[in-house]
């Protein structure tokens, strides 16, 4: 009953005391596709038990395809980790099924502190969250202090608690540039491509933890110049998780969200993109009548560390959710005290973006704050 399912190792850089990095090793499991049959029954299955347990689904776009569509078909939703966050708080459901990584599980807890919040699988994780660990990062914000402590949402809940301002991909440049414009002076992490793009665009005083996501990391500008002559009408979709001179290269630079936008928009029918391919199922389905290109990483002869496909993402599965949700299992748990702390960041960060999105100007959103 109990299969023996592969693992992967994974390589991911990890930052070290004095900005250094080295190499460590972490792992993933690879779940087995299910056949035709299989995938019908376990999403039969999955829809009675969503049904029963007062239960949504939230997925994010890099998830497998099926738990995309079953999220929208059971009136869950598929969205990028700020919607995920909204999503989860505001919906009555009593029970929250998070098809993602460890920490929107743990966001969607801190959020719902009343809920249970599930996960197909606890060992899903993020290599910018592996390698950004509390310990070390307290004592990088010791050695900075006066700072404003921004992080990214890729993050711990307790590196979330250690921060004044928690942002996403969608937001951060907003909320930096009004920061900026009060006067704060800002310690960043811990995606330093994100955090250099951030600072170029806004010229914040900044210093950045030394992290990076393995699959944005691994774009290459070299092949993407020269995948860009294969298709010289196809505009260029960058992440700004990326390097920046795969950034340099891009027609439009945003977060999952904006990477949809841009796609729907944008006057071309053909696009390569550089984010994680899990987006192409939900780019290619909004865009039927256009061509989506995968953005290279090392090119096909070398050996890559995700081959632009997080590997903990990969980890969420049908079986995976219909066990959780049978049995109760992979409840995601945060202490009650340390919730409390990483929700001020949070909360800071959903006020900010309503008020924006109401058209209040940026920088009257910033409280006066210190750092953490």
């Not at 056949?35 to 007062?54: A, G, M, V």
């Not at 939230?58 to 939703?77: C, F, I, K, N, W």
């Not at 919607?83 to 993602?100: C, I, K, N, W, Y």
């Not at 049995?327 to 748990?333: K, V």
Request: aromatic share 6%.
């Amino acid at each position: 009953m109990n299969a023996v399912i592969p693992i992967l190792d994974v390589e991911y850089e990890q930052p070290l005391p004095g900005n250094a990095c080295d190499t460590r090793h972490a792992w993933a499991r690879v779940p087995a596709e299910p056949s035709p049959q299989e995938r019908r029954e376990l999403k039969d299955r999955i829809r009675r038990l969503l049904k029963e347990r007062n239960a949504v689904m939230v997925s994010h776009y890099y998830v497998h395809p099926d738990l995309q569509d079953l999220a929208e078909e059971t009136g869950g939703m598929v969205s990028d980790s700020l919607e995920m966050a909204r999503f989860g708080r505001d919906h009555p459901a009593q029970t929250l099924v998070v098809s993602g990584v460890r920490f929107m599980g743990e966001t969607a807890k801190i959020l719902s502190p009343e809920k249970r919040v599930l996960m197909p699988d606890l060992d899903a994780t993020c290599s910018l969250d592996l390698g950004c660990p509390i310990a070390e990062f307290s004592a990088f914000c010791d050695q900075h202090p006066g700072r404003t402590v921004v992080v990214y949402a890729n993050t711990s809940a307790a590196v979330k608690a250690r921060s004044d301002w928690l942002v996403t991909s969608s937001c951060a440049l907003d909320i930096v540039r009004a920061l900026k414009d009060q006067g704060h002076r800002i310690l960043w992490a811990p995606d330093k491509h994100l955090g250099s793009y951030i600072q170029r665009e806004t010229g914040a005083d900044m210093v950045f933890w030394n992290g990076a996501c393995i699959v944005h990391d691994e774009f290459k500008a070299f092949e993407l110049e020269a995948l860009k002559k294969q298709y010289p009408q196809a505009k260029i979709l960058v992440h700004p998780e990326s390097p920046a001179d795969v950034v340099a290269l891009a027609d439009s630079v945003g977060s999952t969200s904006a990477i949809l936008k841009a796609a729907r928009e944008m006057d071309a029918k053909e696009f390569i993109v550089a984010t994680d391919n899990g987006m192409m199922h939900k780019l290619r389905t909004l865009n039927p009548d256009k061509l989506f290109i995968e953005a290279p990483t090392a090119g096909n002869s070398a050996t890559c560390k995700s081959c632009a496909h997080c590997p903990w993402m990969a980890m969420n599965s049908l079986a995976g959710l219909a066990q959780v949700l049978e049995t109760g299992s992979n409840e995601i748990q945060v202490d009650p005290a340390l919730g409390q702390r990483a929700r001020l960041p949070i909360d800071r960060m959903l006020a900010f973006t309503a008020a924006l999105k109401a058209g209040q100007p940026g920088g009257s959103l910033v409280p006066h704050i210190g750092a953490a």
